[in-house]
């Protein structure tokens, strides 16, 4: 069935450290992707999407790309901050029903 | 403007109790969802409206009773829940059926529930 597989944190970065978290799908069709980030203590805000093959999502200085080729959709940033220290969900809609999430990826900034 | 609300913001509650949690969005949305989310997990389906309807219900115990009375409205009623219920809950609307015309879900701030 359809999945969403991303790397399992926790993720531990100095401040202005580049980032990537990786996060990979399968699916029978062509899914949208996206990429929700959870603050401490808060709910889910989505952070970027792509709707089809080599759209790139963008947003807050985080950008990803989706790659039918690799079925992947990696988060990058290339300076993170304090501000940025969240879990990360990696996600993909499936018709019929409702989005499939990864387990989340903790990352932790510090100065 | 994108923004679902949820209120209580806490609850705590009994066993025998019965509460009811509330979500509202004015995006003119047509599907609306409730999550439950554990700590350190990611969210999990609870039960999705569409156009006002009840369209998903994943298996959820009956003690969880959902309702749409207009659309922009969705409550969660809530009537003997267990210790392991406690959870943050969390509503999710988008303009139409996910899946169906790649759709964006919006998140509210959720609703943090304790039951003693």
């Known amino acids: 069935g359809n999945s969403v597989t991303q790397m399992e944190g926790p993720v531990t970065l100095s401040e202005e450290a580049f980032l990537t978290i990786n996060c990979t799908y399968t699916a029978t069709g062509y899914p949208s992707l996206f990429w929700y980030v959870q603050y401490p203590g808060e709910g889910l805000q989505l952070l970027l999407k792509?709707?089809?093959?080599?759209d790139k999502g963008s947003n807050k200085g985080f950008e990803a790309t989706y790659r039918k080729e690799t079925t992947s959709f990696h988060l990058e940033k290339g300076s993170v901050q304090v501000s940025d220290s969240a879990v990360y969900f990696c996600a993909q809609d499936q018709a019929g029903t409702a989005l499939i999430f990864g387990k989340g990826t903790t990352l932790s900034v510090s100065s | 403007d994108t923004e679902v609300t949820q209120t209580p913001k806490h609850l705590v509650m009994g066993m025998t109790n019965k509460k009811s949690l509330k979500c509202e969005q004015h995006?003119?949305?047509?599907?609306m969802y409730w999550y439950k989310q554990k700590a350190k997990k990611p969210p999990e389906l609870m039960f999705v409206y569409s156009y006002e309807k009840l369209s998903i219900n994943e298996s959820v115990p009956s003690r969880f009773s959902p309702e749409c009375p207009n659309s922009s409205l969705l409550n969660l009623h809530l009537h003997a829940l267990q210790p392991e219920d406690s959870a943050l809950y969390l509503c999710?609307?988008?303009?139409?059926?996910?899946?169906?015309?790649?759709?964006?879900?919006?998140f509210g701030p959720g609703t943090r529930l304790l039951v003693l």
């Open positions: 999710a609307s988008s303009q139409g059926l996910a899946g169906a015309g790649k759709e964006t879900q919006y």
């Open positions: 792509a709707t089809k093959a080599d």
């Open positions: 995006m003119g949305h047509r599907a």
